[in-house]
């Protein structure tokens, strides 16, 4: 079960929420391209993975230089 939670794919201002940051800060990452935040478009609009998005920050990627 814990499984299908982490594959859902969520909106920006949920992703935001689940990282603790603002909407507008995920907007800038995702601009940036620099930080390699797992955004993907769908549509006109930018979805995540929770898994991905866990990923992402057991890498360290999401760590300021």
């Known amino acids: 079960m814990a ?3 982490n594959d859902k794919w ?3 201002e949920e992703a935001a929420e689940y990282l603790g940051i ?3 800060t995920l907007r800038g990452w ?3 391209k620099k930080d390699g935040i797992p955004a993907n478009k769908i549509g006109k609009q930018w979805k ?3 898994s991905e998005l866990d990923e ?3 890498s360290g ?3 300021i230089d």
């Open 3 to 5: 499984d299908i939670i």
């Open 10 to 12: 969520i909106s920006i």
């Open 22 to 24: 603002k909407p507008v």
């Open 30 to 32: 995702i601009r940036n």
């Open 48 to 50: 995540f993975k929770v």
């Open 56 to 58: 992402w920050v057991k």
């Open 61 to 63: 990627k999401s760590a």
